[in-house]
C-alpha cells in the first residue's frame, strides 16, 4: 500500500495566521483527502483533492478557509487560514487505491497526521 | 447528524475483559469497514464486511454485518492493553470514506 509522509508533524500557531500541510505520496494514486479530526473526536472529511482542478468541498468546508492544491498525482497541500482557537485540531491526508473496475475505491490508506494548536 | 452511530462512546476495562463495540445507521451499506486509530497515527484498516450476516475474525477481534447491512459490530475477547486506540466503522460512499462518531477503548493492566 502506499506510504504516506505529512509535514509538518506538529505546530503551534498565533491566531490569525496561517498554516500550510503538505502531504507526500510514494507513488502515484488517483484519489487523495484530507480530513479533520478535532480533539477526542471521529474524523470529518474536508475535502477531495483534485488533480490539476479545483478540490471538492464537504459541507460546512470552504476554498476560502481551506484552499487546497493538488498539482502533481503524488503531493497535495491543504492550507488553514485566518487561523482560530477553533481551528486546533489533527488534520489527516488519505489516499485511496481505485479498484481494477476502474470505479470504486478498494482501499484508503492515511498519513500519521498533523497536529495543529492555535493559541 | 452523524450518518453512523457508534456506542459506546467511550469505554475503560481491565485487562481479560471482553467488549463489543456497536455501529449503527438507518441506511442500508453495501459494505462497512472497522479502523483502529492510535495516539499520534492514522487509522487503519482492520476489516471490510460486504454480506449481510457476515462474521469475520481477526484473532481476538470478530466483527459481524448486520443481516440488514445496517448495522455491525466488533468484539472483542480478552482485551489486552495493546487493543488501546479509536476504533471507528466506517462506509465507502463514491469514492470517499466517511466515518462512525468512533469509540474510545481503554484497556488497563
Known amino acids: 500500500s502506499a506510504v504516506i509522509s505529512q509535514k509538518p508533524s506538529r505546530d503551534i500557531c498565533q491566531r490569525g495566521t496561517s498554516l500550510t500541510i503538505q502531504c507526500q505520496v510514494d507513488s502515484q494514486v488517483t484519489m487523495m483527502f484530507w480530513y479533520r479530526q478535532q480533539p477526542g473526536q471521529s474524523l470529518t472529511l474536508i475535502a477531495t483533492a483534485n488533480q490539476g482542478s479545483e478540490a471538492t468541498y464537504e459541507s460546512g468546508f470552504v476554498i476560502d478557509k481551506f484552499p487546497i492544491s493538488r498539482p502533481n498525482l503524488t503531493f497535495s497541500t491543504l492550507t488553514v487560514s485566518n487561523m482560530s482557537p477553533e481551528d486546533s485540531s489533527i488534520y489527516l491526508c488519505?489516499?485511496?487505491?481505485?479498484?481494477?473496475?476502474?470505479?470504486?475505491?478498494?482501499?484508503?490508506?492515511f498519513g500519521s497526521g498533523t497536529r495543529l494548536t492555535v493559541v | 447528524t452523524q450518518l453512523l452511530e457508534q456506542s459506546p462512546q467511550f469505554l475503560s476495562i481491565q485487562e481479560g475483559e471482553n467488549l463489543t463495540v456497536y455501529c449503527n445507521s438507518s441506511?442500508?451499506?453495501?459494505?462497512l469497514q472497522w479502523y483502529r486509530q492510535e495516539p499520534g497515527e492514522g487509522p487503519v484498516l482492520l476489516v471490510t464486511?460486504?454480506?449481510?450476516?457476515e462474521v469475520k475474525k481477526l484473532k481476538r477481534l470478530t466483527f459481524q454485518f448486520g443481516d440488514a447491512r445496517k448495522d455491525s459490530s466488533l468484539h472483542i475477547t480478552a482485551a489486552q492493553p495493546g487493543d488501546t486506540g479509536l476504533y471507528l466503522c466506517?462506509?465507502?460512499?463514491?469514492?470517499?470514506?466517511?466515518f462512525g462518531t468512533g469509540t474510545r477503548l481503554l484497556v488497563s493492566p
Open positions: 464486511v460486504v454480506t449481510g450476516g
Open positions: 466506517a462506509y465507502a460512499g463514491f469514492q470517499k470514506l466517511v
Open positions: 441506511s442500508v451499506f453495501s459494505s
Open positions: 488519505s489516499v485511496g487505491v481505485i479498484g481494477t473496475g476502474g470505479r470504486t475505491v478498494q482501499g484508503y490508506t
